[in-house]
């Protein structure tokens, strides 16, 4: 199975400013169609999963921009560039390119 | 508006069985790859089971659930047999984003599944 590791596990950020999560595959995602199924989600305190980025740099649907997404091969980040209060949360990336996917072990990011 | 509503949860006990079921509106249901995801409690996500046209699981589920759709419910199952401990959890159906490689766009509430004596 495709080992995800997410650095760090836990992420204080002051408001405003910029954070960035760490996603690494212990494999390649490149699939044999030439994508790459590397994916993001976001779970808020007591909430379900959330959509955020697909294959390593889309946004989906009302996403904010201040959210990107980075990488290639077995080493990908997800940016936020001005952390807000509703992005507290835990943050997963997951990924589809080979079977079974796999996730994440999270990142959790609070306020400091 | 997309709705994904889990239900059929509850305590079981271990070698028990369980169908959980997930009734979704909002966009055509047949036409969309479909899974479920679970979260044990205080943990993160584990993927559990995918159904397009056909049907994906993970080891540790493998033999034990089975998942399975009615296009004409509009709704998406999982049997869940032999029930152990370590299946207590949150149980999430999510809906396929499609040409994105099993991303998640739709996720429901979640029904929780706990498996004790």
């Known amino acids: 199975d495709v080992v995800m590791t997410q650095s760090p596990l836990s992420l204080p950020v002051t408001l405003g400013q910029p954070a960035s999560i760490s996603c690494r595959s212990s494999?390649?995602?490149?699939?044999?169609?030439?994508?790459?199924?590397l994916g993001w989600f976001q779970q808020r305190p007591g909430q379900s999963p959330r959509r955020l980025i697909y294959k390593v740099s889309n946004r989906a649907s009302g996403v904010p921009d201040r959210f990107s997404g980075s990488g290639s091969g077995t080493d990908f980040t997800l940016k936020i560039s001005r952390v807000e209060a509703e992005d507290v949360g835990v943050y997963y990336c997951?990924?589809?390119?080979?079977?079974?996917?796999?996730f994440g072990g999270g990142t959790k990011v609070e306020i400091k | 508006e997309v709705l994904l509503l889990e239900s059929g949860g509850g305590l079981v006990q271990p070698g028990g069985s369980l169908r959980l079921s997930c009734a979704a509106s909002?966009?055509?249901?047949?036409?969309?790859?479909m899974s479920w995801v679970r979260q044990a409690p205080g943990k993160g996500l584990e993927w559990v089971s995918a159904i397009s046209v056909t049907t994906y699981y993970a080891d540790s589920v493998k033999g034990r659930f089975t998942i399975s759709r009615d296009n004409s419910k509009n709704t998406l199952y999982l049997q869940m047999n032999s029930l152990r401990a370590e299946d207590t959890a949150v149980y999430y159906c999510?809906?396929?984003?499609?040409?994105?490689?099993?991303?998640?766009?739709?996720w429901g509430q979640g029904t929780l599944v706990t498996v004790s004596s």
């Open positions: 999510a809906k396929d984003l499609p040409y994105s490689g099993w991303f998640f766009d739709y």
């Open positions: 494999q390649s995602l490149v699939h044999s169609d030439g994508n790459t199924y």
């Open positions: 909002g966009f055509t249901f047949s036409t969309h790859a």
């Open positions: 997951m990924q589809g390119s080979h079977w079974p996917l796999t």
